[in-house]
């Protein structure tokens, strides 16, 4: 079934081209697309383009739809073109005309620009809860592993003291201001195409209004060319925000497979998280933080593809936004899990307590030695050139106390305030005002 079909064939294998992948990634959209259809129903049959009984059965028939479509076994069939095709070739299979009434004032692009908008907002808040936990859990293994001296570097040469504190803390936070970028994408997701129809709007009474207020959008996108253009630059937005939070899991994974090898030793992993070689029987692999990092730096390319489909395309549709989806919405699930393991994979970390007794660390201590000079009256310039002459005659000895007092330093790492923040910008995502929207319509067609 095809929504444009007026009486003629196409062939085959440009029929096989242009459908592409969609009745595979259209399944990841059909609860979005039902859900639209419901509040386009009632919509409908406030502006007089519906009866009440024609809507009252719409809605009991999309709600039995939205309950398939959202388990295992629902398909988009064989010569379906997409997911609205089949949506409305079910209601008119079983509703006769009034399933045909379903698409009264509407087009496919503003259907699927519909779609897409319910599918990222949803995807959005699954990672923003697992961005969170996984905050937590490095918030946990900060104050856990807070007084662990550990080497820090610059130039990946020994330069000062850190702590596990300090470095898992710095990952914490960087987390946050991921997901502080992912709720201005979250934004610019939760706002309102439908009623834009091919990108012109409808000479029909629509009241967008109702639909923006049903669907639970923060509000709409008034300009119905504009929601037309909006392709392609919300999937781009949002792109750049997974990318965001794709390069803080990479950096991990690096640091992590960098300070589980024996010449750091600074983490382990217990044995059935690492996996072997099938030549050299000694070796524990930290495969899933190089996955991880696979992965995450793969993510971070998304941007670029999104930009290069949509980058040269004038205003209105063209089909070229089709092949977006195959970048866009797999991408979600791939970061989701990558959050997954590597909240696992920290969960079950071992950290060496005792790096610091390595004679190679010593110049680590320098700085201090500088600064407790500066604090006894000498000047900065003088004290570092003391110190430097120690070192190279042999002289330093180092002082392996450590007294940092600033906030965001070893000794005060500003934990509760990174707890606190982090808190303020998951709230502010008002994730509740859109899933109680969703809540009552579906509770509204179950009364229908």
């Not at 979005?32 to 386009?40: E, P, T, V």
């Not at 293994?141 to 610059?154: A, H, I, N, R, W």
């Not at 730096?297 to 070229?320: H, M």
Request: charged residues 25%; aromatic residues 8%; proline residues 3%.
């Amino acid at each position: 079934m095809k929504l444009w079909e007026k009486g003629f064939s196409v062939d085959a294998a440009i029929e096989r081209f242009t459908v592409g992948k969609d009745r595979e990634l259209d399944i990841l959209l059909a609860p979005f697309d039902i859900l639209g259809s419901m509040a386009h129903a009632i919509m409908l049959e406030s502006a007089g383009l519906l009866g009440q009984e024609e809507l009252s059965s719409l809605l009991h028939a999309l709600r039995e739809l939205y309950d398939f479509a959202s388990g295992p076994d629902f398909v988009i069939g064989e010569g379906v073109e997409d997911i609205h095709s089949q949506v409305e070739l079910m209601l008119t299979r079983r509703l006769g005309d009034t399933g045909k009434k379903i698409h009264t004032g509407r087009s496919r692009n503003d259907q699927v620009l519909l779609d897409l908008k319910l599918f990222t907002r949803e995807r959005i808040r699954e990672l923003t809860m697992k961005a969170e936990s996984l905050a937590d859990e490095l918030l946990a293994k900060s104050e856990q592993y807070k007084d662990v001296l550990m080497p820090g570097y610059t130039h990946l040469q020994v330069a000062m003291p850190s702590s596990f504190g300090l470095w898992f803390g710095a990952y914490a936070e960087s987390l946050v201001d991921d997901l502080l970028f992912l709720q201005a994408a979250f934004r610019i997701v939760n706002q309102n195409p439908l009623g834009s129809a091919a990108g012109y709007g409808s000479s029909l009474p629509l009241d967008r209004k109702m639909t923006t207020r049903l669907l639970g959008f923060e509000q709409m996108n008034y300009n119905v060319v504009y929601a037309q253009m909006g392709r392609g630059k919300m999937e781009r937005t949002v792109a750049y925000a997974l990318a965001n939070l794709a390069a803080t899991l990479s950096k991990f994974a690096f640091d992590v497979c960098l300070y589980m090898s024996q010449n750091f030793n600074f983490v382990s992993l217990p044995e059935e998280l690492t996996t072997g070689s099938s030549i050299m029987p000694h070796k524990k692999n930290p495969d899933v933080f190089e996955l991880v990092r696979g992965h995450c730096n793969k993510i971070q390319g998304l941007p670029c593809e999104v930009t290069l489909i949509s980058n040269n395309l004038p205003s209105g549709y063209f089909r070229d936004m089709q092949v977006m989806k195959e970048v866009f919405l797999p991408a979600f699930e791939e970061l989701s899990s990558c959050l997954d393991i590597t909240l696992y994979a920290i969960q079950n970390i071992r950290v060496n307590r005792n790096i610091l007794d390595e004679k190679k660390y010593d110049h680590l201590f320098t700085v201090e030695e500088v600064n407790k000079l500066v604090m006894k009256g000498m000047p900065f310039r003088d004290a570092y050139r003391e110190v430097g002459r120690r070192v190279m005659e042999g002289e330093f000895v180092p002082d392996r106390s450590v007294e940092h007092t600033h906030e965001g330093s070893i000794g005060n790492l500003c934990l509760n305030e990174i707890r606190l923040k982090k808190e303020e910008v998951v709230k502010s995502f008002h994730f509740k005002g859109y899933q109680s929207a969703v809540e009552k319509l579906l509770n509204t067609s179950l009364r229908g």
